[in-house]
């Protein structure tokens, strides 16, 4: 019961009273209230679970784009030249292998032949201009040409997120924002846990004159403020559930306000912990909140183009 009592005290004041606690704990005072990873890792795992429970299959629909025309004539005559000099009976076979798979993947409906067909994909992956039928037909592809002409490793990586994702999503391409939104909540934690350092390494450089704060004290700032997030999101989530508010303009309502709160709950645990005035800390903010969202969305893109390229 003493620690129950210890957790609610010390959630209501991280919820009330943002940035006391870190100043707090900075000044030793920590007898009163349950350690910052802790509370890390009460709420955060809770938030994870009531997800998974009832609303990861929850679907988000986009518009289709407009296709273009593939176009494949280079490979195949790379191909083609390879087969006619080809040393031995086994090399040939192989090639032709690769010809007819590549041929093959060329076939596609006399509607989508139309260069103003709509098709399906987004501004990210290419979903309908895939040069290659599936991951087997580029794989098979690749080992064919000459070692020169092989894609190098960063182009072999995205070329087969392409392909693998076409093959999922070619006739319903809006699956493919289910299918990032979803993976994206599943790499979160992991993210924030990895990229924690990163992110105080950026609040450092923010307060790099701020000399009487130390590399773990920004750690200890980032964490009480995640610990926010996830109570914050899974508010969300509760609010989520009761059909009678769950209508779109109030869900939408109700995450345009938990954006203003988490940016002015920010803004002023800023203030409070790093003892700056108003119109610095607003831009440090910022700054901060660029560098954290291009970290986020990078190591993300870097982590999904690797798991669907190899999958």
């Given at each position: 019961?003493?620690?129950?009592?210890?957790?609610?005290?010390?959630?209501?004041?991280?919820?009330?009273?943002?940035?006391?606690?870190?100043?707090?704990?900075?000044?030793?005072?920590?007898?009163?209230?349950?350690?910052?990873?802790?509370?890390?890792?009460?709420?955060?795992?809770?938030?994870?679970?009531?997800?998974?429970?009832?609303?990861?299959?929850?679907?988000?629909?986009?518009?289709?784009?407009?296709?273009?025309?593939?176009?494949?004539?280079?490979?195949?005559?790379?191909?083609?030249?390879?087969?006619?000099?080809?040393?031995?009976?086994?090399?040939?076979?192989?090639?032709?292998?690769?010809?007819?798979?590549?041929?093959?993947?060329?076939?596609?409906?006399?509607?989508?032949?139309?260069?103003?067909?709509?098709?399906?994909?987004?501004?990210?992956?290419?979903?309908?201009?895939?040069?290659?039928?599936?991951?087997?037909?580029?794989?098979?592809?690749?080992?064919?040409?000459?070692?020169?002409?092989?894609?190098?490793?960063?182009?072999?990586?995205?070329?087969?997120?392409?392909?693998?994702?076409?093959?999922?999503?070619?006739?319903?391409?809006?699956?493919?924002?289910?299918?990032?939104?979803?993976?994206?909540?599943?790499?979160?934690?992991?993210?924030?846990?990895?990229?924690?350092?990163?992110?105080?390494?950026?609040?450092?450089?923010?307060?790099?004159?701020?000399?009487?704060?130390?590399?773990?004290?920004?750690?200890?700032?980032?964490?009480?403020?995640?610990?926010?997030?996830?109570?914050?999101?899974?508010?969300?989530l509760v609010v989520l559930s009761l059909k009678k508010f769950?209508?779109?303009?109030?869900?939408?309502?109700?995450?345009?306000?938990?954006?203003?709160?988490?940016?002015?709950?920010?803004?002023?645990?800023?203030?409070?912990?790093?003892?700056?005035?108003?119109?610095?800390?607003?831009?440090?903010?910022?700054?901060?909140?660029?560098?954290?969202?291009?970290?986020?969305?990078?190591?993300?893109?870097?982590?999904?183009?690797?798991?669907?390229?190899?999958?």
């Amino acid at each position: 019961m003493h620690f129950v009592g210890k957790f609610f005290k010390t959630l209501g004041i991280l919820i009330t009273q943002p940035g006391f606690l870190s100043v707090e704990y900075k000044k030793g005072k920590r007898a009163d209230y349950v350690h910052p990873a802790i509370m890390y890792f009460i709420i955060a795992p809770l938030f994870f679970w009531v997800f998974y429970s009832g609303f990861r299959d929850q679907k988000v629909y986009f518009g289709a784009v407009n296709g273009k025309k593939i176009v494949r004539n280079g490979t195949l005559e790379l191909l083609k030249q390879g087969y006619k000099k080809a040393k031995t009976k086994e090399d040939s076979l192989e090639i032709a292998k690769a010809i007819r798979e590549l041929q093959d993947s060329t076939e596609i409906d006399n509607d989508e032949e139309d260069e103003n067909e709509k098709g399906t994909g987004s501004g990210l992956f290419n979903l309908y201009d895939t040069t290659y039928k599936s991951a087997a037909a580029y794989d098979s592809v690749q080992r064919s040409l000459p070692p020169d002409k092989r894609d190098g490793w960063l182009e072999k990586i995205g070329t087969r997120r392409d392909v693998v994702l076409s093959e999922r999503y070619r006739k319903n391409g809006e699956y493919v924002w289910v299918d990032i939104v979803n993976k994206f909540i599943q790499y979160y934690p992991y993210m924030i846990f990895l990229l924690l350092p990163l992110f105080a390494v950026f609040l450092k450089l923010l307060y790099v004159r701020r000399k009487q704060f130390y590399f773990t004290d920004h750690c200890l700032f980032l964490t009480h403020l995640n610990t926010l997030l996830f109570f914050v999101m899974l508010l969300y989530l509760v609010v989520l559930s009761l059909k009678k508010f769950s209508t779109e303009s109030r869900l939408s309502l109700t995450a345009f306000a938990i954006l203003i709160f988490e940016a002015v709950y920010t803004i002023i645990a800023m203030k409070r912990f790093y003892e700056q005035g108003l119109a610095k800390t607003i831009l440090k903010f910022i700054l901060f909140s660029i560098l954290c969202i291009i970290s986020l969305f990078s190591a993300f893109a870097v982590i999904y183009s690797i798991s669907i390229s190899w999958s």
